[in-house]
């Protein structure tokens, strides 16, 4: 079925650094890829989307590139920020039911920023 | 902006008690979805609803049920609370439900004592 998978928990960088959280997914259909991110007690943002292959989408410094090839739409950042230290969940647009599509999650990557 | 409003943002309720959490959009949306937050588990799905008095099941559904009165309010609803029911609900609203954005609630903090 269709499925999406973050393999790092918890990442921890210190500030100024290179980041990049995984996102695959596996699923049948045109692939639509999203990520949020949580910052602490606040509600999930949507921080960039893309359906579009081999196309960087970029959003606040984010940027991704969906990769159809290898089931990929990693997150990357050049220079983290103490600001950026947050939740970041990757999600997969799927068809569900008889009503459409619904978002499905991966667990999240929990990125940690060091002065 | 898009606004979604929950209600309660924190509760503590009983084991066998009966729980409703509220939620309000004022964004004209189409989309009402009720997800719940765990740790190691992510965002998923409860119930949803694409049209006032019309609820659909989600993929964890047991032991929740929820009411859709009109395009503005998404309430769920716990009759038998459960320890296991402790966790973050998030409600969330969209236009339509094919790659557009969910637009979230702050959240409501449940905990089943």
């Known amino acids: 079925g269709d499925s999406v998978t973050q393999t790092e928990g918890l990442v921890t960088l210190t500030k100024g650094l290179p980041v990049m959280l995984n996102c695959t997914y596996q699923?049948?259909?045109?692939?639509?890829l999203f990520w949020y991110v949580q910052h602490l007690n606040e509600a999930p943002k949507l921080l960039l989307k893309?359906?579009?292959?081999?196309k960087r989408t970029e959003h606040q410094g984010f940027y991704a590139t969906l990769h159809k090839s290898s089931s990929s739409f990693h997150l990357q950042k050049s220079s983290v920020q103490l600001s950026d230290s947050a939740l970041y969940f990757c999600?997969?647009?799927?068809?569900?039911?008889?009503?459409?599509?619904?978002?499905?999650f991966g667990i999240g990557t929990l990125l940690s920023v060091k002065p | 902006e898009a606004a979604v409003t929950q209600s309660p943002r924190s509760k503590v309720a009983v084991t066998g008690g009966k729980v409703t959490l509220s939620c309000h959009q004022t964004?004209?949306?189409?989309?009402m979805y009720w997800y719940r937050q765990d740790t190691g588990h992510g965002l998923r799905l409860i119930h949803y609803?694409?049209?006032?008095?019309?609820?659909e099941k989600g993929d964890i559904p047991d032991g929740y049920k929820a009411s859709r009165p009109s395009q503005e309010n998404f309430s769920l609803i716990l009759e038998l609370a459960s320890l296991s029911q402790t966790a973050v609900y998030f409600c969330?609203?969209?236009?339509?439900?094919?790659?557009?954005?969910?637009?979230f609630g702050e959240g409501s903090r449940l905990i089943v004592v």
């Open positions: 969330a609203s969209s236009p339509t439900n094919s790659g557009n954005t969910l637009y």
């Open positions: 699923t049948t259909y045109s692939p639509f």
């Open positions: 893309s359906s579009t292959d081999n």
């Open positions: 999600a997969l647009s799927a068809p569900y039911g008889s009503s459409g599509n619904k978002l499905i």
């Open positions: 964004n004209n949306h189409d989309y």
């Open positions: 609803s694409y049209v006032a008095d019309s609820t």
